[in-house]
């Protein structure tokens, strides 16, 4: 862990509103894992984030834009930011969405099978083209144009384009957790 936890007592101006709105936004739409300690501090990329208000709030309010009013089923949100998590090996994203994965119905064998970074059998349409969509992206270069078209299809052209951002986003969230060398709760207490 590089950077320490911030003490509530000494958040500058900057961080305090910031807190309040990531505090209020984890405990309405962030359930089934650990990112809020139970003295209040904030873990996962919440804690970088906060200590850096001026990078960190825009990042905030990506994750509000894409997380509030979600236009994919929540499986296909999970297979698509496992896949990205497990390309960046990132342990607090894997953590936590090995959680939120199995709450929306996704069985243990494909999520362990997406975590070891392969592609599960009998993944459903919608689950399959959010796979290709995710590994495509997180692979590096151009989406192939027959995915794209298959995904704008799919989901519609927000949809579509809700998924890539999605991607793009915890590309970001593992890039952070990464850089910082962010631990899982148990690792943070």
Not at 4 to 23: A, R
Not at 53 to 63: D, N, Q, R, S, T
Not at 118 to 133: F, H, I, K
Not at 156 to 178: F, H, P, R, W
């Amino acid at each position: 862990m590089r950077l320490p936890f911030l003490e509530l007592s000494e958040l500058t101006p900057q961080q305090e509103p910031l807190y309040k709105d990531m505090k209020a936004g984890i405990e309405k739409n962030f359930k089934g894992f650990q990112a809020i300690r139970k003295d209040g501090t904030l873990i996962g990329p919440w804690n970088p984030w906060l200590q850096f208000p001026k990078i960190g709030a825009p990042m905030w309010e990506l994750v509000k834009a894409l997380s509030t009013a979600p236009t994919l089923p929540k499986p296909v949100r999970e297979i698509a930011i496992l896949v990205t998590g497990a390309k960046f090996h990132s342990g607090y994203e894997l953590y936590a969405h090995v959680l939120m994965a199995e709450l929306r119905g996704l069985d243990d064998d494909t999520i362990a099978t997406i975590v070891a970074g392969q592609r599960p059998a009998g993944l459903g349409d919608d689950e399959s083209l959010a796979y290709d969509v995710a590994s495509s992206l997180v692979r590096g270069g151009v989406l192939p144009e027959l995915v794209y078209q298959k995904a704008v299809k799919v989901f519609g052209q927000d949809g579509a384009a809700g998924l890539i951002y999605l991607v793009g986003l915890y590309c970001m969230v593992s890039v952070t957790l990464n850089g910082f060398d962010v631990p899982v709760p148990g690792d943070c207490q």
